[in-house]
Structure formats: structure tokens, C-alpha cells
């Protein structure tokens, strides 16, 4: 079967009122750009164009002006970006609102709930006056220029101050996700070699108190390198105390002085290294630069979130993923509002985004599939019962939809009108190369097509672009852009190997990708996750939607697994929707809908049921863990599993 037959349906259509509205709109009005496929060309093909034009457009603030918008003497894999400027991330998302006279001083630069239900306002000369104090006590430390420094805190305010003081100061601020353990976290430190540390005694979530400081402790001891840790008091916790590297946040960081003046920094200069998940292998450290990272999450925000003075903007991460950063920083760049949420989504109940959305009056709410497809398993009355219509814009990223889930997420949440932007890039770019803009139609699961300046092409294993043939290939930049990775923190070596050795000069993704008739793009899981039967490739997303398509499941996982035969064969797993029995004849059913839609090679050789799957904190199935579940090979670090418990129902799957 077409994996887009299901698809195939326009179901939003913005109208002419809301897409004269939108930023995107107004920016083709002043460049004589017609159309989105006119925007598209023009934006792509012309990219030193649309980046030069950028900075004065989003009013992004370099204290000098650059020599030229790039040099790309070397390739697009070594491409400098804006050679010769000096700017400073925190400058553009902070300083410059917290002056008297800036109309953002006194605005709200972020609403923060903590599971227990507080509530805390930081304006934005409040979160000033604390970064610069985080910049003298980083200075009293030794913290220079080019040294890196570790943020493995829970999702308070606090992590924004932080990550600006780091920024203020010339550091490269090194996220480390809350939910990771000692190995996850030691692996991180050990590569980065920080030697100062943030952190906090704990955090809440589904009601019980996470201490996170014993496992900064064990990781320290296991990785070295860090002289001085700050902790943060969160809980009020009973925590162990190393009174020589130890210091408590209200007296290292709030005694200080609360005037800084932030450094100057090149344009190429380091502003952060954000870790990939670590599942394929050692995790890559993904070096960003401050004009890159500012440039491109300042666009996607808005043209693709469509970015609106009076916007409260929250999208389910954590700091430690690219998606918290990616928030901050590109709402901040206009003096945005950002919401911050600490806990589990479905505690106390599995209404609590819904009530946080009626309660605070969020405009923009970004969620992964996984996520969604959890909730829409407690029913529609959890959502019924909530005034949702501040909702602007719809987000998600992180995997694959079904296009069951999507109408679900569009109509329950969206209340049938808010477009679904759903966008796939990556850590190594900090932002997106697809993204949907607001003006466009939308079919279910799509991603619109490449994001704004990026020269986007699906390619055949020639390296040849078959994405107007629709056909199925791998997605690839032809281009670099401003936020791509410099390279790797561990050399050029693994970078130049890991991105550009597979097609000449093109950046390979590890997508696959497929563009219909109607130009919607669409994705099909990870081309390097391919289960290959007996010579015939499938991606687990594939597998995974033929089985959505049963009325009676509600989510599904696909491995491939060692087979005599065939070398490998499908495994499913699946969680049936509520009220639905377990039976043979429902497992029959299922094994011959995959074969009906991809072929018989694909059927799974079984289909094993469950009421839960191991997923990160931001809603990511680890599959890696059924893999292992179902072969008994060895977990590894599962330190990022947000449901441990789950992991031993796997192996009481039936």
C-alpha cells in the first residue's frame, strides 16, 4: 500500500483572514513573492540572500557588523557564518529587553507551574539582573571564554538564568537532560570536561520528590573534571554534601553583584553543546555558535510559530533536549513569553495540559505524537471539559504521526482550526529542515515541506533528487545553513563520517522522506533504523502506522529482530485501545493488515500486546529497550527512561 493513501485528505484550510495575519504572509508582501511555492524556491535557492536579509527582518542586534553573510571557501561542511560580526546570544534575548527604556523591562519573560501546582512570573529585568549574577559567580570561578559549563537541573526558572549568565560570559553551556542517570550523565561530563556545574536537589513528578543531586555525585565521581557545583533547593531535600565542591545557589549565585556587562563574542564562537540521545552509539556532542543558533531558532519562531507580541508559547522538553533551548532562545529574541511546565503530563490526572491551557491562556502548544496518542487514550471527556480556544498554532516533532492521533490532536485540542506545524530537523541544527508555514493547507501527519533558507531535496542512493517523482528517498540538505553544527566536540573526523561521507557535498539526515503529488512532505521514520527482510527494507514507522490503522490499537512498536530465515524479521508490539480484549484472532488480524498494506514479507512474526511502552520524559518510545526486551541482549544505559517499570512488562508481554 501507499503509505500516504491515508493521507491523501486536505483537512485545514487557514483562511484568507488568518493567513493575511501571519508574519510569513507579510514578509512575501515586501519581498513581491506570489506564493508558497514561490517563498519556498526563492528562500532555498537564494540562501545567502535569505540569511543576510534575516538579520535586519528579525532586528537581530550584532554589536559589529559582519563582513559578509558567509564563506563557504571550504565547503558547506566548514561554512562560517557572518565572518567578522561580534554578538552574544544573551545580548539579543535579554539585555537589550531589560533596558529602561525597552518596552519588554517589565514584561513576563516566563510562566512557570511546578507539578504541585505554584505558579512564578520572572520578568524579563528580573531573569537580567539574575543571568548577570550567574555571570559574576561563573567568573569568580574562573569560567572563561571557551570553557564549558554543565546545566543538569530540573525545569525551574532558574535553568533560563543560567543559561544566559553561561552565554553572558563567553561559556558554552552544556544542557544535560534531568531525566538521565549516573552513566548518561557522567558520559557528558567526561566529554565536555565542564568544571563548574549546575544542578539542584530534585525535582517533583507524579507526586513524589526525584533527588537529582546523588546522581550529579556519583556522575562527578565517575567522570572528574568538576571543581565547583551549584545546587539549587528545589525540594528542601536531605541531600550528601561535599563542602569542598559544594555551594547552595542562595549564596554562590544570589549574594553576587547583579551588573554585567556582556562579552563581545566572533560570530563563529561557541554558544552550546547539546548531546544527541545517545541510542545509536556514544553520544555525538553537537557544537552550535551563537549567530547560528540565534539566527535560525529567531526564524523558525517567527515564520513557522508565526510569533505574536501577545504569545505564551509552551512546548512540552526539558532544557536538556534541543527542543528547550530551541524555545527560549527564539521567543526571547522578541521579548516573547514563554511557559514552563515541571511535571508529568497526565498528573494528578490526565487533563493537566488542557487545564494549564484554559488557565494561563496559551496561545502556541508544541507536544510529540507519543505523547498525544497517551492521552488520547483517557478519552475525549479529559478535554471536553477545558476552554482551549486562546490556541493559535498546534506543534509536534520528535517522530512520526498516524493520521488517527493527528485528527485527534487537531480536532479535540485545535478545536478544528489551529494548524498542526509539524516540524523534523535535529539537534545538529537546532531548528528545522522541514517545517509547515501557517499559510498553508495541511494533510494529516505532513511536515509542509523544507523549512525557510534551507535547501531541502529527497535523493535516491545515487544521490540523485527523486523528491518530484514521489517516490520514497533519503532526506538531505544540499546547503549548510547558519545553525549547522561546526562539527563534532570530539573532531571533524566523526562528523565528516557521520553526515556528509554518504553523497558528495550533501548533508544525509538519516530520513526517509517523500513528497506526494500535491507537494506535501511527508516522513518515514529513520532510514538507518530499517528492518530488512530477507532483502527488503521497511521502517518501523511504516510497520507502526499499518497497524494504527486497526481500530482497535492505540499506539504500536516495531523492531527487527534476528530471523534463520529471512536474517530479520518484524516484532510488534501494541497497546490496544481501551475496552478492547486480547485474543488470537485480533493478533491474526493484525499481522495480516501489515501484510494487506506494506506486503507479506512484512508481516510480523508475532504481535505481542501491552499496556505500556518505555518512553523518554518527552514522550520518545525507546525501542532499543523492546529490542532487547524481546532478544535478551543487554539494556545498557536506560538511566533516560522515563517509566522503568515498564521494561518488565515487556517481558510479560502476551
Known amino acids: 500500500m501507499d503509505t500516504l493513501a491515508d493521507v491523501d485528505e486536505i483537512i485545514h484550510e487557514p483562511t484568507r483572514e488568518f493567513v493575511e495575519s501571519t508574519n510569513v504572509w507579510e514578509f512575501m508582501q515586501e519581498h513581491g513573492i506570489d506564493d508558497y511555492e514561490e517563498l519556498i524556491e526563492r528562500t532555498c ?77 520572572i520578568t524579563y529585568h528580573e531573569l537580567y539582573r539574575e543571568a548577570n549574577k550567574v555571570a559574576n ?11 564549558t559549563v554543565g546545566l543538569y537541573m530540573p525545569m525551574v526558572p532558574e535553568v533560563i538564568s543560567i543559561l544566559y549568565g553561561v552565554l553572558k560570559v563567553g561559556a558554552i553551556a552544556v544542557p544535560i537532560f534531568s531525566g538521565f542517570g549516573t552513566d548518561a550523565t557522567a558520559t557528558r561530563i567526561e566529554d565536555s570536561e565542564c568544571s563548574v556545574l549546575f544542578t539542584g536537589d530534585g525535582f517533583y513528578r507524579r507526586g513524589s ?15 572528574g573534571h568538576v571543581e565547583h557545583t551549584i545546587v539549587y533547593d528545589r525540594l528542601g531535600a536531605d541531600i550528601p554534601w561535599d563542602d569542598e565542591r559544594d555551594e547552595k545557589w542562595s549564596e554562590a549565585v544570589l549574594e553576587q553583584d547583579d551588573e554585567y556587562e556582556t562579552k563581545e563574542l566572533d560570530s563563529s564562537d561557541e554558544s552550546m553543546l547539546l548531546y544527541s540521545s545517545g541510542t545509536t552509539g556514544k553520544p555525538k556532542g553537537i557544537v552550535h555558535t551563537h549567530a547560528g543558533q540565534l539566527m535560525q531558532c529567531a526564524k523558525e519562531i517567527y515564520f513557522g510559530f508565526d510569533h ?11 532544557i536538556g533536549w534541543m527542543m528547550g533551548p530551541w524555545t527560549l532562545i527564539g521567543n526571547h529574541a522578541f521579548g516573547g513569553t514563554v511557559f514552563m511546565y515541571e511535571g508529568a503530563p497526565d498528573y494528578p490526572d490526565p487533563d493537566r495540559f488542557w487545564d494549564m491551557i484554559d488557565r494561563h491562556g496559551l496561545t502556541v502548544f508544541g507536544i510529540s505524537p507519543t505523547a498525544i496518542r497517551a492521552l488520547r487514550q483517557y478519552g475525549d471527556e479529559w478535554v471536553d471539559d477545558y476552554d482551549l480556544s486562546s490556541l493559535r498554532l498546534l506543534g509536534s516533532t520528535g517522530e512520526p504521526w498516524d493520521p488517527e492521533s493527528w485528527l485527534w490532536f487537531y480536532e479535540n485540542v485545535g478545536g478544528g482550526e489551529a494548524p498542526i506545524i509539524n516540524i523534523s530537523g535535529g539537534t545538529e541544527i537546532c531548528g528545522c529542515f522541514l517545517m509547515p508555514m501557517p499559510i498553508q493547507s495541511l494533510k494529516p501527519c505532513t511536515l509542509g515541506g523544507p523549512g525557510l533558507g534551507m535547501n531541502i531535496d529527497i535523493v535516491n542512493a545515487k544521490g540523485e533528487s527523486i523528491a518530484d517523482s514521489h517516490e520514497r ?52 521514520g529513520r532510514s538507518d533504523d530499517a528492518i530488512n527482510v530477507a532483502g527488503r527494507k521497511v521502517g518501523p514507522a511504516e510497520v ?43 493478533r491474526a488480524e493484525l499481522r495480516e493488515q501489515v501484510g494487506e498494506e506494506l506486503g507479506k514479507p512484512f508481516r510480523p512474526r508475532e504481535v505481542l500486546f501491552v499496556d505500556e511502552f518505555p518512553k523518554t520524559q518527552s514522550g520518545k518510545i525507546i525501542r532499543r529497550a523492546i529490542e532487547a526486551a524481546y532478544t535478551g541482549e543487554e539494556l545498557g544505559d536506560m538511566s533516560s527512561i522515563e517509566n522503568p517499570d515498564s521494561l518488565d512488562r515487556l517481558e510479560d508481554a502476551t
Not at 520528590?209 to 567522570?223: C, H, M, P, R, Y
Not at 553526515?499 to 506535501?520: C, L, P, V
Open 473 to 524: 528517498g533519503y532526506l538531505v540538505a544540499r546547503d549548510s545553513c547558519p545553525s549547522m553544527t561546526k562539527s563534532l566536540w570530539s573532531g571533524d573526523e566523526r562528523y565528516l563520517d557521520t553526515y556528509w561521507s554518504r553523497f558528495e557535498d550533501m548533508w544525509n539526515h538519516g530520513d526517509w522522506a517523500q513528497k506526494d503529488e500535491d507537494g506535501f512532505w511527508f516522513l518515514h
Open 544 to 586: 507502526e502506522g499499518a497497524l494504527m490503522d486497526h481500530e482497535a490499537v492505540n499506539q504500536a512498536a516495531a523492531v527487527g529482530v534476528p530471523d534463520d530465515t529471512t536474517g530479520q524479521a518484524a516484532v510488534a508490539y501494541v497497546i490496544l485501545e481501551p475496552d478492547v480484549e486480547v485474543s488470537d484472532g485480533l
Open 45 to 121: 535557492n537564494e540562501v545567502d540572500w535569505f540569511w543576510d536579509e534575516m538579520v535586519g527582518y528579525l532586528d537581530i542586534d550584532f554589536y559589529e557588523e559582519y563582513d559578509t553573510v558567509r564563506d563557504d571557501t571550504e565547503g558547506p561542511q566548514f561554512s562560517d557564518w557572518y565572518p567578522g560580526g561580534k554578538i552574544n546570544i544573551a545580548h539579543n534575548t535579554l539585555d537589550r529587553h531589560a533596558q529602561v527604556d525597552s518596552p519588554n523591562r517589565n514584561r513576563v519573560a516566563c510562566i512557570w507551574e511546578g507539578e504541585p501546582g505554584d505558579v512564578r512570573e
Open 137 to 147: 559567580a561563573l567568573e569568580e570561578r574562573g569560567i572563561e571564554t571557551g570553557d
Open 308 to 318: 505574536k507580541d501577545a504569545d505564551r508559547f509552551f512546548w512540552v522538553s526539558d
Open 209 to 223: 520528590e526525584v533527588v537529582l543531586k546523588d546522581t550529579a555525585d556519583e556522575a562527578i565521581e565517575e567522570a
